[in-house]
């Protein structure tokens, strides 16, 4: 069974940090591109950053310079640092293979003073 479990949303003031992780289980990590999405209230899901088997990455202009994704083939772990965090990242973050087929449950992201 394949399980993608996010974890370390919460409440956090403008120009604060958060570290998202998103554990899986049931795929084999190291062959899947894998992505950060997010859905703020009233909006449409987005693609936030994306990282390839081999490392190569892609963020939304949105994100550029404030996030970084990365992954750690032996934990079959993908990470979101999200840096300078501002209100308009609110949003329910999502992660999510590259083919779409499998995604997490989603952790909440709140930037709020």
């Known amino acids: 069974q394949v399980q993608l479990v996010e974890s370390g949303g919460g409440l956090v003031q403008p120009g604060g940090s958060l570290r998202l992780s998103c554990a899986t289980s049931g795929i084999i990590f190291s062959f899947n591109d894998l992505g950060w999405h997010r859905q703020a209230p009233g909006k449409e899901r987005e693609l936030v950053a994306r990282?390839?088997?081999?490392?190569?990455?892609y963020y939304a202009d949105s994100v550029k310079g404030r996030f970084a994704i990365s992954r750690d083939n032996a934990k079959n772990t993908m990470y979101l640092q999200m840096n300078s965090l501002k209100p308009e990242d609110t949003a329910v973050y999502y992660c999510?293979?590259?083919?779409?087929?499998?995604w997490g449950q989603g952790t909440q992201v709140t930037v709020s003073s």
């Open positions: 999510a293979t590259q083919s779409g087929s499998y």
């Open positions: 990282i390839s088997t081999g490392g190569s990455t």
